[in-house]
């Protein structure tokens, strides 16, 4: 296909800024029942995604997000054993999640079969581990599916998910919260994006207040760059029921079980300090 530009654009709507990435070709666009799907190759960022017109992953820095999605949370229950991942269809953070020995069960519900079928195409380094005899895949909708989890079924639930608008909305809502409370085990954690610290402090706010409501005893943000995404600054939110979320195996992150570009223990640490304006998130 060929283009008649050469950057890919995406404006941030009502912030005044952009990103655009100088991109070789479109090499896919498709319209599924959900969203549009399109898929370039750029000059510096490899493969590029975008659903709707926004960036989801490319293959130059969607190891920070992943990796930030997944470790965190997984390093800070003591025995992760089975695991959602609601939305993720690029299968990146379901990757990440396998790599943890003590998984047994890592179970992705994604909306959207069509952006799977893409990034096993288009990403396959993000997909070689969909065929792990741990890993299910269902194409579902996430907020029905922890509405119909038995109690307790989980020990951790991550929301890889699209903005809160449309299907994803309710990902961010007090009884998906509740329903996540629910399904998961004494001690279980569930951690969502929460988009970008610069431009929606008040979701971060609302999401930390809205999991203390839902039950969970404590709420933590953690901070990370992701350089495609609006303002570049990004952050993933944990409620933990029954654990301490400042509290994570050190030594096995210390020990590096596994390899990883971003997640360490100093970086995990680092990534759970507040931004003077973020520090009281009930006001
Ligand atoms: N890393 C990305 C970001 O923060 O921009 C998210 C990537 S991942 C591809 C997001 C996925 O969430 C999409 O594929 C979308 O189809 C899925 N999704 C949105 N709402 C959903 C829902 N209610 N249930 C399950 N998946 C959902």
């Not at 992705?108 to 005899?133: G, M, W, Y």
């Not at 038995?150 to 909305?169: E, K, L």
């Amino acid at each position: 296909m060929a283009l008649d530009t050469s950057w890919y654009t995406e404006e941030w709507a009502g912030q005044g800024a952009a990103i655009s990435l100088k991109i070789r070709d479109k090499v896919h666009d498709e319209q599924s029942t959900y969203q549009r799907i399109e898929i370039y190759e750029t000059e510096t960022f490899g493969t590029l995604m975008t659903l709707d017109g926004l960036v989801m992953v490319t293959d130059r820095d969607n190891f920070v997000y992943h990796e930030m999605m997944s470790h965190p949370a997984l390093f800070t229950h003591p025995d992760p054993r089975r695991v959602l991942v609601i939305g993720g269809g690029d299968c990146g953070t379901l990757h990440e999640v396998l790599k943890h020995p003590t998984v047994e069960l890592a179970e992705q519900v994604e909306l959207d079969e069509r952006v799977t079928r893409a990034s096993e195409k288009f990403f396959p380094e993000l997909c070689e581990s969909n065929n792990d005899r741990r890993a299910r895949l269902h194409f579902a909708d996430g907020i029905q599916w922890v509405a119909d989890a038995p109690p307790g079924t989980y020990d951790v639930i991550i929301v890889d998910s699209t903005d809160p608008v449309g299907p994803a909305a309710g990902l961010f809502s007090e009884t998906f919260y509740q329903n996540c409370f629910r399904a998961l085990r004494p001690r279980g954690i569930v951690v969502g994006q929460s988009e970008s610290p610069l431009f929606h402090a008040d979701l971060i706010r609302s999401m930390q207040r809205s999991l203390k409501a839902a039950g969970f005893g404590e709420a933590a943000t953690l901070f990370f760059p992701q350089c495609t995404y609006p303002s570049g600054w990004w952050s993933a939110t944990m409620g933990g029921k029954n654990i301490t979320l400042a509290n994570f195996r050190n030594s096995d992150t210390a020990a590096g079980m596994f390899a990883t570009r971003y997640y360490n223990q100093p970086i995990h640490a680092a990534a759970l300090a507040s931004p003077e304006f973020l520090r009281h998130p009930e006001k």
